[in-house]
């Protein structure tokens, strides 16, 4: 598998996912993934331009280091109506699923500082980022959204593989989701800069501490 883009259809929405892989020493592979599609009410900039938009640099600042895992960026189609592109990216690994050490999903960021759905997360995945946080001294917190919705990470969870999600949801600012609301005068630069600054140091560090 080389340094390529590629499509992977999807049955049940137009749109195929859109994967991007940056091959390291071996193929043990970290997944970073966000959805792209969008709720019509609203112009889709925070759920989810914020996450998608972030793949490509994310991408950019960890392909000038050497690095031993493989990492997938996947952008999934679907996912408000009911998590289809990451369904379908999950069924299709078949075995080398086992190969997938870690997932980490991006949705909804730059309402707020960094945000982390613990409950739905992997144990040692949270513990690093918080570590990474602290380090780099960026705000960190744990919003649940258990009662809001559900995002790409799950399909990963239900198979045992490691997953976070990261977002910027608060109780405050839950009701610009899928809403007029949903545009880019709701996004706080500062913040969304923040959380990616954390994200691109945390999927470095992930190189090192994951198997
Ligand atoms: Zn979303």
Not at 68 to 90: K, P, R, W
Not at 105 to 132: F, I, M, P, Q, Y
Not at 158 to 176: D, F, G, M, R, Y
């Amino acid at each position: 598998m080389g340094d390529a883009l590629t499509e992977q259809s999807v049955k049940g929405t137009k749109a195929p996912n859109l994967l991007c892989t940056l091959p390291g020493a071996s193929d043990s592979t970290i997944i970073v993934g966000a959805h792209f599609d969008l709720v019509e009410a609203g112009s889709g900039v925070v759920d989810n331009w914020t996450g998608v938009a972030l793949l490509s640099s994310l991408y950019q600042s960890l392909a000038i280091t050497q690095r031993q895992h493989t990492y997938v960026f996947v952008a999934f189609s679907g996912e408000e109506a009911g998590l289809i592109g990451s369904t379908a990216f999950v069924k299709q690994l078949g075995d080398r699923r086992m190969r997938i050490k870690a997932m980490v999903n991006l949705d909804t960021l730059g309402l707020s500082d960094t945000k982390v759905w613990v409950t739905h997360a992997d144990e040692r995945l949270v513990g690093w980022l918080a570590g990474v946080a602290k380090v780099l001294n960026l705000p960190i917190a744990a919003v649940n959204v258990d009662n809001v919705g559900t995002t790409d990470s799950e399909p990963f969870r239900q198979k045992k593989i490691p997953a976070i999600s990261v977002h910027s949801i608060t109780p405050e600012t839950l009701k610009i989701l899928h809403s007029r609301a949903d545009k880019i005068e709701a996004v706080h630069v500062d913040e969304y800069y923040r959380t990616y600054h954390l994200v691109a140091a945390y999927l470095a560090l992930l190189d090192q501490k994951l198997e």
